[in-house]
T-cell receptor, first 113, second 116 residues
Framework: QKEVEQDPGPLSVPEGAIVSLNCTYS??????FMWYRQYSRKGPELLMY????GNKEDGRFTAQVDKSSKYISLFIRDSQPSDSATYLC?????????????FGKGTSLLVTP | GAVVSQHPSWVICKSGTSVKIECRSL??????MFWYRQFPKQSLMLMAT?????????EQGVEKDKFLINHASLTLSTLTVTSAHPEDSSFYIC????????????FGSGTRLTVV
């Protein structure tokens, strides 16, 4: 079993819809949780990061972490065609490598006008 | 905000030659930088952790003699793919975080390597 599981999609929604993206994980030592957006042939761009359980909101984006269920979510409100990208969840725990990130496979999102 | 510059963004090289990729933190210092590899429609795979002033830590299965990492200063890490072969063709991405301890690592824009 991979440490981080993420449905690769693709996920297609109409403009203005609420998008829900999710990841599950197995390592209870993970403490830091992040969501990245990656456009084709570009490096990932950090959208949100949270520590431990709880919610965090930034504009149209809301990140949720439920450590008891080992489940994290990213919600995008009023989705726009420019939100079309691959969304990667990432999480980390301290190791000999420092706080190296463990990534999900990424979910491909398409927002249609 | 924290900016990481990666160069070159795209390189084609002949089989058997070596290629160097640079990763620079432009507006912050980073004692640790990470190198990832990404295949099409796959997630990022951590290759190695680059530590300023010491040897890099490689993940299991990554050949340290093939992927040479040098972290000579707090703002620069380099990855050299030695004796490149077509199977080394991939998207290589570096990341770094400021010393202040934020764990939202910033990524470079990536380098697409094609070995012919």
């Amino acid at each position: 079993q991979k440490e981080v599981e993420q449905d690769p999609g693709p996920l297609s929604v109409p403009e203005g819809a609420i998008v829900s993206l999710n990841c599950t994980y197995s390592n209870s030592a993970f403490q830091y949780f992040m969501w990245y957006r990656q456009y084709s042939r570009k490096g990932p761009e950090l959208l949100m990061y949270t520590y431990s359980s709880g919610n965090k909101e930034d504009g149209r984006f809301t990140a949720q972490v439920d450590k008891s269920s080992k489940y994290i979510s990213l919600f995008i409100r009023d989705s726009q065609p420019s939100d079309s990208a691959t969304y990667l969840c990432a999480m980390s725990a301290y190791s000999n490598s420092g706080y190296a990130l463990n990534f999900g496979k990424g979910t491909s999102l398409l927002v249609t006008p | 905000g924290a900016v990481v510059s990666q160069h070159p963004s795209w390189v084609i090289c002949k089989s058997g030659t070596s290629v160097k990729i640079e990763c620079r933190s432009l507006d912050f210092q980073a004692t640790t930088m990470f190198w990832y590899r990404q295949f099409p429609k796959q997630s990022l795979m951590l290759m190695a952790t680059s530590n300023e002033g010491s040897k890099a830590t490689y993940e299991q299965g990554v050949e340290k003699d093939k992927f040479l990492i040098n972290h000579a200063s707090l703002t620069l890490s380099t990855l050299t793919v030695t004796s490149a072969h077509p199977e080394d063709s991939s998207f290589y991405i570096c990341s770094a975080a400021p010393l202040t301890g934020t764990y939202g690592y910033t990524f470079g824009s990536g380098t697409r390597l094609t070995v012919v």
